[in-house]
């Protein structure tokens, strides 16, 4: 079993459609062993997106992550990461599959409805960052 980090981001959350993305996960077998709605802080967003300091979009993706809240989910499954990744589509939503969930639910390239972790150390990282082992099952 693999576990990935899946965020539905300010704009997917304002549209009240977290339960719909929920529902996809769980429908492409990823389980959820995690979970937990925040506002992200500035610092939080930040330290989250640390290896983004210093380019041009560092300070609008901060922005945009703090604008509202936020459902942080720690998955699990077969392949989860790579199949997150698939089930998400393209970060630009006029690229994105059919079905997945930026072609339905992201507003653009930057507001792009949900986060999924690359790899399985971002995973890792990206887990422990916002979750302790009491918060996982």
């Given at each position: ?81 790579q199949g997150n990744r698939r089930l998400m589509g393209a ?19 930057t507001e792009n409805a949900v986060h999924g972790s690359d ?19």
């Amino acid at each position: 079993m693999e576990r990935t980090l899946g965020i539905i981001k300010p704009n997917a959350t304002k549209k009240n459609v977290t339960g719909k993305i929920i529902a996809m996960w769980e429908d492409a077998g990823l389980r959820v062993v995690g979970l937990k709605r925040t506002w992200l802080t500035p610092a939080q967003a930040e330290g989250f997106y640390a290896e983004h300091l210093g380019k041009p979009f560092f300070g609008n993706l901060v922005e945009f992550m703090t604008s509202g809240p936020v459902v942080l989910a720690a998955l699990e499954g077969e392949d989860a990461i790579q199949g997150n990744r698939r089930l998400m589509g393209a970060t630009n939503p006029a690229e994105a599959a059919e079905g997945t969930i930026r072609k339905l639910y992201a507003d653009s390239f930057t507001e792009n409805a949900v986060h999924g972790s690359d790899s399985p150390a971002s995973a890792e990282r990206e887990i422990n960052f916002f979750f302790n082992v009491f918060e996982l099952i």
